[in-house]
């Protein structure tokens, strides 16, 4: 009997035991799911050529007088006008939707006869240097700075420049 009970004693144990491992384990790995994503998410997303970052655009000859391109992924539009190149932040000052570049639209500078920047959300309206021509942005589209070097277009976009105007040394010059 004693050897029964003794052994009845030793199998209850090992299944507490068990069941104690199999609850550490889950915790434990819990525990290690929570803090890896506690650290992806702080890790810094700022990379070389992504947004938050400097991007390389292209030459300085690459672009014409007039011509907007857009970069996309780096939330800009690099403007190519008569004093230099603007990089120009996509988000609109007002409330802060994406501007697009309506390429079919009446100019509202002399550079082209056609586009300019309209924002769908309140009516702004932006020329080239994305100064304001109509709606209620308090300012013009602000700017992220630029370094030319060795005729190669460098734009930081983790600087963002605000401006209550335009002006001819807010452009780049070539
Ligand atoms: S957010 Fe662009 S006009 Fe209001």
Known sequence: MATATSTEGKRGLSRRNFLRLAWWGAAGVLLLEGLGGTLVSLWPRVKEGGFGGKIKVGRVDDYTVGSITYFTDARFYLSRVDDGFLALYRKCPHLGCVVPWRATERSEDKLASNGRFNCPCHGSIYD???????????????????????????????????????????????
């Open 128 to 174: 080239r240097y994305g100064r304001v021509t109509g709606g209620p942005a308090p300012r013009p589209m602000d700017l992220f700075p630029i370094k030319i070097e060795g005729g190669e277009l460098i734009v930081d976009t983790g600087t963002v420049v605000q401006r209550p105007a335009y002006d001819k040394s807010q452009a780049v010059k070539a």
